[in-house]
Nanobody, 123 residues
């Protein structure tokens, strides 16, 4: 089992920044990717970003590329999502997730999920 606890959401004006954190505990040694997903009201959950648990590879959805940065602190077993130049369309509940699978952008591959944190961007 892997436990994930997110923090860092909130309300911000358009153009502002937020940093989300995801602290992982438990059997993390089987994890291949850590990912961030988001779900806006009335929409399906969508991939935002992912990072390999070991190594430096990162992956982004086109909608956030150049604005969001995913990073990892191995000593703290924590993954971060730095979100800059936020837009109202970034408003959603953001979820951290962990997978031992191979497809980092497929939410069905992720076995473990955090509770979610609300990000609201006002115009």
């Amino acid at each position: 089992q892997v436990q994930l606890v997110e923090s860092g959401g909130g309300l911000v004006q358009a153009g502002g920044s937020l940093r989300l954190s995801c602290a992982a505990s438990g059997r993390t040694w089987r994890t291949t990717y850590m990912g961030w997903f988001r779900q806006a009201p009335g929409k399906e959950r969508e991939f935002v970003a992912a990072i390999r648990w070991s190594g430096d590879s990162t992956y982004y959805a086109d909608s956030v590329k150049g604005r969001f940065t995913i990073s990892r602190d191995n000593a703290k077993n924590t993954v971060y999502l730095q979100m800059n130049s936020l837009k109202p369309e970034d408003t959603a509940v953001y979820y951290c997730a962990a997978t031992g699978g191979s497809y980092y952008s497929d939410s069905q591959q992720y076995n473990y999920w955090g509770q979610g944190t609300q990000v609201t961007v006002s115009s």
